[in-house]
């Protein structure tokens, strides 16, 4: 039975699915933190499958070179600078008022007939620098006086801005999701971005467009007048930075880790500007650039201090702490399907049954989404699953990217009940329960569907 499991493809098959089976009921079940379920059932998975105990966690006079050790250490010290950075651009962003700058100017150039389209740009924009619940925090009271402005519900307004907000949640740089797995799968954030856009507009112009118009017409909510009064009659910004300012802070980094990707492949190597083109166009380099000119224009230019730039950086990378847990933990549980063989088998297996890696990566984090709530923890945790049988397939930087895709697009479907997500959507938008599975939740499985449909068109012809 030993031998069975740990040196045959139907051993190893069956050791993974159990391994995940256990990891989603300490999740759902018992309701244990998603870092300390993967490291426990990263454990065992090692011991069943009977790596030895120095290889799993080291020696008492070195540990460095553990699957422990290394499995936390080689993805945190490529994604804790960017996620950290980029937290620190969208709080700057939001106090100095650049998202009322730019969805005022976003809601004037389209005209109050398209006003939720506007919205849902303001999203999708907003939504690079900033958290998903950040952006709704700070966007929504700009959807109430859309809403009641135009007379209409609000679920016409709000869903647009929500699609935008998700879409960059799951598909770009730097939110934690796509940035772990690029770090899990090796892929240069640039071709993130890239193909992130690519799948991610389309999508967004399905479910933030689309369906959300059509739900939007079939759902009335009235917008609640504490809130809209709130919003018409605090106090208002007195000095807004400008649209321009906002709009180039936020393509700083976009631009710069684009050139650092591009600068590789058409620069000559080894020349002068091949080489401040990697270094300007490095993701951690890139953001710092970002967040120093932010800090300097919307923030010291504008009558902030050194210590409430401290201060403001010190309350955004709180929540932080969570994520980059979550994110060592699953490329810990990942090194160790690597580590036992499992990877090779599930790629073994997945060629003979002829299920595409895309879609097999798809279905797994659809099922983690759904089992367990986090659009983070799904795509952390499909890539740690995925990354073993990638690694025999011999990918493309391009494919593996639209790879990525495919995994953020499962990470988002069917928001329920067991995502925080849903309850801030429910709460922010007054809509009952029934509503706000009609209306998130489809959308977010529109979006899905929409997201992983454009990159298997993508994979079938790259």
Same mark, same amino acid.
Not at 237 to 243: D, F, G
Not at 346 to 370: E, K, T
């Given at each position: 039975?030993?031998?069975?499991?740990?040196?045959?493809?139907?051993?190893?098959?069956?050791?993974?699915?159990?391994?995940?089976?256990?990891?989603?009921?300490?999740?759902?079940?018992?309701?244990?933190?998603?870092?300390?379920?993967?490291?426990?059932?990263?454990?065992?998975?090692?011991?069943?499958?009977?790596?030895?105990?120095?290889?799993?966690?080291?020696?008492?006079?070195?540990?460095? %070179?553990?699957?422990?050790?290394?499995?936390?250490?080689?993805?945190?010290?490529?994604?804790?600078?960017?996620?950290?950075?980029?937290?620190?651009?969208?709080?700057?962003?939001?106090?100095?008022?650049?998202?009322?700058?730019?969805?005022?100017?976003?809601?004037?150039?389209?005209?109050?007939?398209?006003?939720?389209?506007?919205?849902?740009?303001?999203?999708?924009?907003?939504?690079?620098?900033?958290?998903?619940?950040?952006?709704?925090?700070?966007?929504?009271?700009?959807?109430?006086?859309?809403?009641?402005?135009?007379?209409?519900?609000?679920?016409?307004?709000?869903?647009?801005?929500?699609?935008?907000?998700?879409?960059?949640?799951?598909?770009?740089?730097?939110?934690?999701?796509?940035?772990?797995?690029?770090?899990?799968?090796?892929?240069?954030?640039?071709?993130?971005?890239?193909?992130?856009?690519?799948?991610?507009?389309?999508?967004?112009?399905?479910?933030?467009?689309?369906?959300?118009?059509?739900?939007?017409?079939?759902? %009335?909510?009235?917008?609640?007048?504490?809130?809209?009064?709130?919003?018409?009659?605090?106090?208002?910004?007195? =000095?807004?930075?400008?649209?321009?300012?906002?709009?180039?802070?936020?393509?700083?980094?976009?631009?710069?880790?684009?050139?650092?990707?591009?600068?590789?492949?058409?620069?000559?190597?080894?020349?002068?500007?091949?080489?401040?083109?990697?270094?300007?166009?490095?993701?951690?380099?890139?953001?710092?650039?970002?967040?120093?000119?932010?800090?300097?224009?919307?923030?010291?230019?504008?009558?902030?201090?050194?210590?409430?730039?401290?201060?403001?950086?010190?309350?955004?990378?709180?929540?932080?702490?969570?994520?980059?847990?979550?994110?060592?933990?699953?490329?810990?549980?990942?090194?160790?399907?690597?580590?036992?063989?499992?990877?090779?088998?599930?790629?073994?297996?997945?060629?003979?049954?002829?299920?595409?890696?895309?879609?097999?990566?798809?279905?797994?984090?659809?099922?983690?989404?759904?089992?367990?709530?986090?659009?983070?923890?799904?795509?952390?945790?499909?890539?740690?699953?995925?990354?073993?049988?990638?690694?025999?397939?011999?990918?493309?930087?391009?494919?593996?990217?639209?790879?990525?895709?495919?995994?953020?697009?499962?990470?988002?479907?069917?928001?329920?009940? =067991?995502?925080?997500?849903?309850?801030?959507?429910?709460?922010?938008? =007054?809509?009952?329960?029934?509503?706000?599975?009609?209306?998130?939740?489809?959308?977010?499985?529109?979006?899905?569907?929409?997201?992983?449909?454009?990159?298997?068109?993508?994979?079938?012809?790259?």
């Amino acid at each position: 039975m030993i031998h069975w499991l740990q040196h045959t493809t139907g051993g190893l098959l069956t050791l993974a699915a159990v391994s995940i089976a256990v990891l989603l009921v300490l999740i759902i079940k018992l309701k244990l933190e998603p870092f300390i379920a993967l490291i426990v059932v990263g454990l065992l998975t090692a011991l069943a499958a009977g790596l030895p105990v120095g290889t799993i966690v080291g020696s008492a006079q070195k540990a460095s %070179d553990s699957l422990l050790e290394k499995g936390f250490g080689s993805i945190l010290g490529h994604i804790t600078a960017i996620i950290g950075l980029g937290t620190i651009l969208g709080s700057i962003l939001e106090r100095s008022g650049g998202a009322k700058v730019l969805t005022g100017a976003l809601l004037r150039s389209f005209g109050e007939k398209r006003a939720p389209l506007a919205m849902g740009v303001a999203g999708f924009v907003f939504g690079i620098p900033v958290f998903f619940d950040i952006g709704i925090f700070v966007l929504a009271p700009l959807v109430y006086v859309a809403a009641k402005q135009g007379g209409r519900s609000l679920v016409l307004y709000a869903m647009p801005l929500l699609a935008g907000l998700s879409i960059t949640h799951a598909f770009l740089p730097p939110h934690p999701g796509p940035v772990a797995a690029a770090g899990l799968l090796h892929v240069e954030l640039g071709w993130i971005i890239l193909m992130g856009l690519a799948c991610g507009i389309p999508a967004f112009l399905v479910g933030g467009v689309l369906y959300s118009t059509w739900i939007g017409k079939r759902i %009335d909510v009235a917008v609640p007048e504490d809130m809209v009064f709130a919003e018409e009659e605090g106090e208002k910004e007195e =000095n807004p930075p400008s649209l321009g300012l906002v709009a180039a802070i936020i393509a700083v980094p976009l631009v710069l880790i684009l050139a650092g990707t591009f600068g590789s492949i058409w620069l000559p190597k080894g020349s002068a500007l091949a080489g401040v083109a990697a270094f300007i166009g490095t993701p951690a380099v890139a953001l710092t650039v970002a967040v120093l000119l932010a800090s300097w224009l919307l923030g010291l230019r504008r009558g902030f201090t050194g210590k409430d730039l401290n201060e403001l950086a010190a309350k955004s990378l709180r929540p932080v702490a969570m994520i980059l847990l979550v994110v060592g933990a699953g490329a810990f549980f990942g090194a160790v399907l690597s580590a036992t063989g499992i990877g090779k088998a599930v790629a073994d297996s997945l060629h003979d049954a002829g299920l595409p890696v895309l879609l097999a990566a798809y279905v797994i984090s659809c099922g983690m989404r759904i089992a367990q709530g986090s659009a983070t923890v799904a795509i952390v945790t499909t890539s740690g699953i995925i990354a073993p049988t990638v690694a025999q397939l011999g990918y493309s930087q391009i494919q593996l990217a639209l790879l990525v895709m495919a995994i953020s697009a499962g990470s988002i479907i069917a928001s329920h009940v =067991n995502d925080g997500g849903f309850w801030i959507v429910s709460r922010y938008f =007054n809509l009952t329960v029934p509503q706000t599975i009609k209306s998130w939740t489809a959308l977010e499985t529109v979006l899905s569907l929409s997201g992983f449909g454009v990159s298997a068109l993508l994979m079938a012809v790259v």
